[in-house]
């Protein structure tokens, strides 16, 4: 069974730093390509990042040079480097993968940007 487990979200001041991580157990980790996805109140789920089996990554415009996804395949684990945050960065993050044609999602991680 597909697990993801999503922590390190916080309260943080606009202009700081945050790093997001996701355990993933249950498949072939390093097999398939995977996403962050924020979705503040409100308003839709929105795909925030992606990087694939061989490590390509794209991003939404809003996020470009401030935020860096990355995957290690030994740790099974997913990351989300958020710098330069802002108050509109606020949301409940979550970790996404597409195994066999069913999408499967963590808990999620909220991040709050505010002084």
């Known amino acids: 069974q597909v697990r993801l487990v999503e922590s390190g979200g916080g309260l943080v001041q606009p202009g700081g730093s945050l790093r997001l991580s996701c355990a993933a157990s249950g498949l072939n980790f390093r097999l398939f390509g995977l996403s962050w996805f924020r979705q503040a109140p409100g308003k839709e789920r929105e795909l925030v990042a992606h990087?694939?089996?061989?490590?390509?990554?794209n991003y939404t415009d809003s996020v470009k040079g401030r935020f860096t996804i990355s995957r290690n395949n030994v740790r099974n684990t997913l990351s989300l480097q958020m710098n330069s945050l802002k108050p509109e960065d606020t949301a409940r993050y979550y970790c996404?993968?597409?195994?066999?044609?069913?999408?499967?999602w963590g808990q999620g991680t909220q991040v709050t940007v505010s002084s």
């Open positions: 996404n993968v597409l195994y066999r044609s069913r999408p499967y």
């Open positions: 990087i694939t089996s061989s490590h390509d990554t």
